[in-house]
């Protein structure tokens, strides 16, 4: 949000708040405690009729700066929180030099200007970033120049601004599909159903990470406003509304070091099953399909010779206006048990569509009704509107209850054959209702996705082993890594919405989310054959591989032929590198250093890298360079060392762009000389790609 009017002015009707000095100090055995008046106090009248804010420090997990200022303290605390891993208690270092305060944790440390509240934030000496004058701010709206509330009209916002360094860059906050570096950007972490060619969100995460070796999370689930060098240019500033704010800077050797941190105090990202590594096929959005339909489409797949390993049932699986009841329609699926098993039967894992939304003519509405596991309004009425399903209402995940209601449907798809849910919505989250819990609505409205998935992910585990649990998810808050896979939403059918997708992922895997999908194709409207055989080669080397559509059959024999030749070739190409894919996504979920990467991100040294969004990172050793254009025509960037072509053998030397025109059955794909990587030649069978034969190879 933006607050100021030029460099010395605040907008009209705001009041500012910022410390002028540390007045007192306490030191426990674990944080740093300071009285940081807004006013010089020169007599003990300058003490009276002001504001003051307190501020505590803590590092809570190596080289990580807890931040936490107060205005007012009696605010009574309402969730939800995040689930972060850290030791509240764990000792903190304090060095005193006369007017210098100094926390010390590694090679990280926070000094502290007893005079002027500025703090300085440095690894090895070298400063990362730093506060100063009014960056640190309490800010309220309606000011009439009292510091007491006038007629109840109170708004207020913490404000922390830090310092951007010549040249430093900003990645992050989330899956966003604007530019993959942030500068210049205004950011607002509130999820949206907004599909992926604006500025909203599904998967809004309040975590930037800087190429300068350090990141920056805001622990606050409800709406965090950034501005990246928009407000003050050579600034980020950060503002929640309320009487505090909480943060943490976390420090790093490089940008993979902090997201190591970052993961370790958010959650790794959970390991997926060999079998998702494989082709995902669904029946798309609002295409009329049943038994036969869906068999068609695997028979098809078979006598063209391109292996699937999951196949998905989108939203019409149940009956229209019945969504979510977990009820099969029976006029297109008299027999779903049997289908399920023979479609189980040729090796296939089945995943079905769902959303935490109960529609009126839902079997589970009234019984939800009755027994409150649906969110309600203040006066105790249910809340229902009309979008998306006539009359629908939300699952209250906060209720234990409502959790295990919730579960039991799942629960006996999952008895009958499904293996894993597609956890669509969750972002158009109301805030004028009632928690079970008590919980503040504005919180919940990004933190609900978590509650979702999680709730979700924890029935797949219970019921199938946690090496087996997955969801294909759309919605995300900080945390959710640990419940993957998520896909991107929402895109349309062209190349436009085919780059800027990748934009999303890598912003997202930015943002400690190790895997990544999208829909290949496109969603929206149907694409070329030309755009769906590019999206094709893109899709199927990235992290996991779905074909899906809103109006439209996603099968290549509804294209050309050839398409069906581009899907066969990438498909099977997929497959022979699963063993690759499997020790890299253990890295991933040991680490939490995405699998699906930037170059930025991997290539730190390289300032030709910094702002690469159409070319990435597969694991360690494989850049991707997908095409983007009618003509065929690739142009990308080869890091400096040796580099093998994958698919050819061809051994070039880097630190080059290279523009070259590639055929369908082609795609910029090049291994760093002198990896080895793990195949299985030949492999049909995902599930199966590490119990064959399995191939190292030298490059």
Same mark, same amino acid.
């Given at each position: 949000?933006?607050?100021?009017?030029?460099?010395?002015?605040?907008?009209?009707? &705001?009041?500012?708040?910022?410390?002028?000095?540390?007045?007192?100090?306490?030191?426990?055995?674990?944080?740093?405690?300071?009285?940081?008046?807004?006013? /010089?106090?020169?007599?003990?009248?300058?003490?009276?009729?002001?504001?003051?804010?307190?501020?505590?420090?803590?590092?809570?997990?190596?080289?990580?700066?807890?931040?936490?200022?107060?205005?007012?303290?009696?605010?009574?605390?309402?969730?939800?929180?995040?689930?972060?891993?850290?030791?509240?208690?764990?000792?903190?270092?304090?060095?005193?030099?006369?007017?210098?305060?100094?926390?010390?944790?590694?090679?990280?440390?926070?000094?502290?200007?007893?005079?002027?509240?500025?703090?300085?934030?440095?690894?090895?000496?070298?400063?990362?970033?730093?506060?100063?004058?009014? %960056?640190?701010?309490?800010?309220?709206?309606?000011?009439?120049?009292?510091?007491?509330?006038?007629?109840?009209?109170?708004?207020?916002?913490?404000? *922390?601004?830090?310092?951007?360094?010549?040249?430093?860059?900003?990645?992050?906050?989330?899956?966003?599909?604007?530019? +993959?570096?942030?500068?210049?950007?205004?950011?607002?972490?509130?999820?949206?159903?907004?599909?992926?060619?604006?500025?909203?969100?599904?998967?809004?995460?309040?975590?930037?990470?800087?190429?300068?070796?350090?990141?920056?999370?805001?622990?606050?689930?409800?709406?965090?406003? &950034?501005?990246?060098?928009?407000?003050?240019?050579?600034?980020?500033?950060?503002?929640?509304?309320?009487?505090?704010?909480?943060?943490?800077?976390?420090?790093?050797?490089?940008? /993979?070091?902090?997201?190591?941190?970052?993961?370790?105090?958010?959650? /790794?990202?959970?390991?997926?099953?060999?079998?998702?590594?494989?082709?995902?096929?669904?029946?798309?959005?609002?295409?009329?399909?049943?038994?036969?339909?869906?068999?068609?489409?695997?028979?098809?797949?078979?006598?063209?010779?391109?292996?699937?390993?999951?196949?998905? &049932? %989108?939203?019409?699986?149940?009956?229209?206006?019945?969504?979510?009841?977990?009820?099969?329609?029976?006029?297109?699926?008299?027999?779903?048990?049997?289908?399920? =098993?023979?479609?189980?039967?040729?090796?296939?894992?089945?995943?079905?569509?769902?959303?935490?939304?109960?529609?009126?003519?839902?079997?589970?509405?009234?019984?939800?009704?009755?027994?409150?596991?649906?969110?309600?309004?203040?006066?105790?009425?249910?809340? *229902?509107?009309?979008?998306? *399903?006539?009359?629908?209402?939300?699952? %209250?995940?906060?209720?234990?209850?409502?959790?295990?209601?919730?579960?039991?449907?799942?629960?006996?798809?999952?008895?009958?054959?499904?293996?894993?849910?597609?956890?669509?919505?969750?972002?158009?989250?109301?805030?004028?209702?009632?928690?079970?819990?008590?919980?503040?609505?504005?919180?919940?409205?990004?933190?609900?996705?978590?509650?979702?998935?999680?709730?979700?992910?924890?029935?797949?585990?219970?019921?199938?082993?946690?090496?087996?649990?997955?969801?294909? =998810?759309?919605?995300?808050?900080?945390?959710?890594?640990? &419940?993957?896979?998520?896909?991107?939403?929402?895109?349309?059918?062209?190349?436009?919405?085919?780059?800027?997708?990748?934009?999303?992922?890598?912003? +997202?895997?930015?943002?400690?989310?190790?895997?990544?999908?999208? %829909?290949?194709?496109?969603?929206?409207?149907?694409?070329?054959?030309?755009?769906?055989?590019?999206?094709?080669?893109?899709?199927?080397?990235?992290?996991?591989?779905?074909?899906?559509?809103?109006?439209?059959?996603?099968?290549?024999?509804?294209?050309?032929?050839?398409?069906?030749?581009?899907?066969?070739?990438?498909?099977?190409?997929?497959?022979?590198?699963?063993?690759?894919?499997?020790?890299?996504? *253990?890295?991933?979920?040991?680490?939490?250093?995405?699998?699906?990467?930037?170059?930025?991100?991997?290539?730190?040294?390289?300032?030709?890298?910094?702002?690469?969004?159409?070319?990435?990172?597969?694991?360690?050793?494989?850049?991707?360079?997908?095409?983007?254009?009618?003509?065929?025509?690739?142009?990308?960037?080869?890091?400096?060392?040796?580099?093998?072509?994958?698919?050819?053998?061809?051994?070039?030397?880097?630190?080059?762009?290279?523009?070259?025109?590639?055929?369908?059955?082609?795609?910029?794909?090049?291994?760093?000389?002198?990896?080895?990587?793990?195949?299985?030649?030949?492999?049909?069978?995902? =599930?199966? =790609?590490?119990?064959?034969?399995?191939?190292?190879?030298?490059?």
């Amino acid at each position: 949000m933006k607050f100021h009017n030029g460099c010395w002015l605040f907008k009209e009707g &705001f009041g500012s708040f910022s410390p002028q000095e540390i007045y007192e100090v306490k030191k426990t055995g674990s944080a740093l405690e300071l009285c940081a008046p807004a006013r /010089k106090i020169v007599k003990k009248g300058d003490t009276l009729d002001g504001v003051n804010l307190s501020i505590r420090i803590t590092v809570p997990a190596p080289e990580t700066f807890r931040v936490q200022v107060v205005h007012h303290k009696g605010v009574r605390k309402k969730g939800p929180a995040f689930e972060l891993n850290m030791d509240p208690d764990r000792p903190i270092t304090i060095e005193e030099d006369g007017e210098l305060l100094r926390v010390v944790d590694g090679r990280m440390s926070l000094s502290i200007d007893k005079n002027s509240c500025g703090m300085v934030f440095m690894r090895d000496g070298k400063v990362l970033t730093r506060c100063e004058g009014k %960056d640190l701010a309490y800010i309220r709206g309606h000011w009439t120049g009292l510091a007491y509330d006038v007629h109840g009209q109170k708004e207020a916002w913490m404000n *922390q601004s830090l310092g951007l360094s010549v040249g430093e860059l900003i990645y992050g906050l989330g899956e966003r599909f604007t530019p +993959l570096v942030k500068n210049g950007q205004s950011v607002s972490v509130w999820n949206e159903d907004g599909g992926t060619s604006t500025e909203q969100s599904y998967k809004n995460i309040p975590f930037y990470l800087s190429d300068r070796g350090y990141g920056v999370f805001v622990n606050h689930p409800e709406r965090v406003e &950034f501005e990246v060098g928009t407000e003050q240019v050579s600034k980020l500033g950060f503002s929640v509304e309320g009487e505090s704010l909480d943060y943490f800077l976390i420090g790093g050797a490089s940008m /993979k070091d902090v997201l190591v941190r970052y993961t370790d105090l958010t959650g /790794k990202p959970a390991m997926p099953p060999a079998w998702s590594f494989g082709l995902w096929l669904s029946t798309s959005f609002t295409t009329n399909y049943d038994e036969k339909t869906v068999m068609s489409f695997i028979d098809g797949m078979e006598e063209r010779g391109i292996p699937l390993s999951v196949f998905h &049932f %989108d939203c019409c699986w149940m009956r229209e206006f019945h969504w979510t009841d977990f009820i099969w329609d029976e006029r297109v699926f008299p027999d779903p048990e049997g289908m399920l =098993a023979r479609i189980k039967a040729r090796g296939i894992r089945i995943c079905v569509w769902i959303n935490p939304y109960i529609g009126q003519e839902s079997a589970l509405f009234d019984e939800g009704a009755e027994k409150g596991y649906l969110l309600r309004r203040p006066n105790g009425d249910v809340w *229902q509107w009309d979008m998306w *399903q006539p009359g629908l209402a939300i699952v %209250d995940f906060t209720n234990p209850e409502a959790v295990k209601w919730y579960q039991q449907g799942l629960g006996k798809l999952l008895d009958m054959g499904v293996d894993c849910f597609k956890t669509d919505f969750g972002e158009r989250i109301p805030t004028d209702v009632v928690y079970a819990d008590g919980s503040d609505p504005r919180k919940m409205h990004n933190y609900y996705t978590y509650l979702y998935n999680q709730a979700v992910y924890e029935v797949l585990a219970e019921k199938k082993g946690r090496e087996e649990a997955l969801v294909f =998810a759309r919605s995300a808050t900080a945390g959710g890594q640990k &419940f993957p896979v998520h896909w991107g939403g929402d895109c349309w059918s062209n190349y436009e919405s085919m780059a800027e997708s990748l934009r999303g992922g890598l912003s +997202l895997t930015c943002s400690g989310f190790g895997y990544w999908s999208h %829909d290949m194709g496109g969603f929206e409207q149907q694409s070329t054959a030309d755009v769906y055989k590019r999206w094709a080669a893109f899709g199927l080397l990235s992290t996991h591989s779905r074909l899906h559509g809103s109006t439209s059959y996603r099968v290549p024999w509804v294209y050309d032929e050839e398409a069906v030749d581009v899907l066969r070739f990438f498909t099977r190409l997929k497959l022979e590198l699963v063993p690759y894919l499997y020790e890299q996504a *253990q890295k991933t979920s040991r680490t939490g250093i995405p699998m699906m990467r930037s170059m930025a991100l991997e290539f730190e040294g390289d300032p030709n890298c910094r702002y690469l969004d159409r070319q990435y990172m597969l694991g360690d050793s494989l850049l991707v360079a997908p095409i983007f254009n009618d003509e065929g025509i690739a142009e990308y960037y080869l890091p400096q060392g040796e580099w093998v072509n994958y698919l050819t053998g061809e051994r070039v030397f880097g630190g080059v762009w290279r523009k070259e025109k590639h055929g369908y059955l082609s795609i910029p794909l090049w291994v760093r000389a002198g990896s080895v990587i793990s195949v299985a030649p030949g492999c049909m069978d995902a =599930a199966k =790609a590490l119990d064959g034969e399995i191939e190292r190879r030298q490059f």
